[in-house]
């Protein structure tokens, strides 16, 4: 059962430029959790999806940034117009239900914007 | 919303000593508490977790409590080993959705 998988794992653009990163979760799990870390930082919620469903985007910025988990494929974070402040690294979860289940990370995407 | 607060930092011990990290959370809703480790340029994985019902939970060397009263809970690492050398994140979640909180990280080091 592979786990979570994440592409790509490094990804650089230039500023103004898309990123588009990709999470697949693991096998069975329906629920998908984006979470952001800065360098030397923790982990901060970004948004919560299910199938086709956005649940909880409280985490995401109000602009440039979106989500989204289509029926068929993997979710897709996009950041439009991206700029040096958006360099972090990207960490996807996944779990089989809702409540108190232990959420899987995938190895990240690593932005860097030049 | 959900605040994690984390103590220390950093901490750096002896090996074969034991270590100890502090959270402490302010949503009275949150009832599940995972603690991640997280290796240099490495995933987050789950070494140990806790939910509301219980007060301890132990695997090995690692162990957790939680005080609810509190609101705050405990990791400890007992004869530490130098592989133990990570960062530790303490989450709260359950409150609001399945959306995690995490505390802002405590580096490890053990020393031979």
């Known amino acids: 059962n592979a786990g979570v998988m994440q592409n790509p794992r490094h990804l650089v653009r230039r500023r103004g430029q898309e990123a588009r990163l990709r999470c697949s979760p693991m096998?069975?799990?329906?629920?998908v959790y984006w979470y952001r870390q800065l360098p030397e930082e923790g982990l901060k919620f970004m948004v919560y999806?299910?199938?086709?469903?956005?649940?909880?985007e409280s985490g995401m910025p109000k602009e440039r940034f979106s989500a989204e988990f289509p029926k068929e494929g993997p979710s897709i974070l996009r950041i439009q117009q991206v700029v040096r402040g958006d360099s972090a690294a990207y960490f996807c979860a996944s779990s089989p239900r809702q409540e108190n289940t232990e959420a899987f990370f995938g190895q990240g995407t690593r932005l860097t914007v030049v | 919303g959900e605040n994690v607060e984390q103590h220390p930092s950093t901490l750096s011990v002896q090996e074969g000593d034991s270590a100890v990290i502090k959270c402490t959370y302010s949503?009275?809703?949150?009832?599940?508490f995972p603690w991640y480790k997280q290796e240099l340029g490495k995933r987050p994985q789950l070494i140990i977790d806790i939910r509301s019902n219980v007060g301890e939970k132990k695997d090995q060397r690692i162990a957790v409590t939680l005080n609810k009263t509190a609101k705050h809970f405990s990791l400890h690492i007992t004869e530490t080993q130098p592989e133990d050398s990570a960062v530790y994140f303490c989450?709260?979640?359950?409150?609001?959705?399945?959306?995690?909180?995490f505390g802002t990280g405590t580096q490890l080091k053990v020393e031979l």
């Open positions: 999806l299910q199938k086709e469903n956005i649940i909880d």
């Open positions: 989450a709260a979640g359950g409150g609001g959705g399945n959306k995690l909180t």
């Open positions: 096998k069975g799990h329906s629920h």
């Open positions: 949503d009275s809703a949150s009832n599940y």
